[in-house]
């Protein structure tokens, strides 16, 4: 069974028009939450750690929420350069296990 | 900081031949973990370290693959014998718990593609 599994796994969204992707996951004792961003050839890069539930962040057009089973990344009125694939990864120990991801386009 | 560095970021080979791939990780981190990417499966983790000591190798799939980390500035993965099933990204990233950030993320290099035909 899948500990973190994110939904949806692809979206496609016009400019502006806002979303949620979503993340949920099974592991007890979290000890943190991250969203990373992956474009087509590079490494994941970091964009948030979430640790308690009620707990926000954001950046720029992105805020990300936790709650104790879920966590979502809000994108608001989105641009192309928002498109790439959207990474949820929670740490249990010192592990740091990533859901598939969700691929957001974004057109134009 | 030149990030973590991966090389090569491309490797094609033949079933059966031995890859390496390498790592060197942001100076002063001292975790250091391997991860592989594929699109059925996403990101695993093969292999995490400790100021260069393995702590977990369960995600390694078989005993054809090895990692090492000689010192806190170079790693590798090798699969020896390499098999077509082996093709994915192999992705190393490096982190630290020093000071305020217990749970600091990770910082990842941009991979090696390895194709094995």
């Known amino acids: 069974e899948d500990q973190v599994t994110q939904s949806p796994e692809a979206l496609r969204l016009q400019e502006g028009e806002s979303s949620s992707l979503n993340c949920s996951y099974t592991?007890?004792?979290?000890?943190?939450l991250f969203w990373y961003r992956q474009d087509p050839g590079k490494g994941p890069e970091f964009l948030f750690t979430?640790?308690?539930a009620g707990e926000e962040k954001e950046k720029e057009r992105l805020k990300a929420t936790l709650t104790k089973k879920e966590s979502f990344l809000h994108i608001t009125a989105p641009k192309p350069e928002d498109s790439a694939t959207y990474l949820c990864?929670?740490?249990?120990?010192?592990?740091?296990?990533f859901g598939k991801g969700t691929r957001l386009h974004i057109l134009p | 900081d030149a990030g973590v560095i991966q090389s090569p970021r491309h490797e094609v080979t033949e079933m059966g031949q031995e890859v390496t791939l390498r790592c060197k990780p942001i100076?002063?981190?001292?975790?250091l973990f391997w991860y592989r990417q594929t699109m059925m499966r996403g990101l695993e983790l093969l292999i995490y370290?400790?100021?260069?000591?393995?702590?977990?190798d369960s995600g390694m799939p078989e005993d054809r693959f090895s990692a090492k980390m000689p010192n806190a500035s170079f790693s590798t993965l090798k699969i020896q014998p390499s098999e077509p099933r082996d093709s994915a990204v192999y992705f190393c990233?490096?982190?630290?718990?020093?000071?305020?950030?217990?749970?600091?993320?990770?910082?990842f290099g941009n991979g090696t593609r390895l194709t094995v035909t």
């Open positions: 979430l640790y308690s």
């Open positions: 990864a929670v740490k249990e120990d010192d592990k740091i296990i």
């Open positions: 990233a490096s982190s630290s718990v020093r000071g305020a950030a217990p749970n600091s993320p990770l910082h």
């Open positions: 100076s002063g981190h001292d975790y």
């Open positions: 592991v007890s004792g979290l000890r943190g």
């Open positions: 370290f400790n100021n260069n000591v393995p702590i977990d």
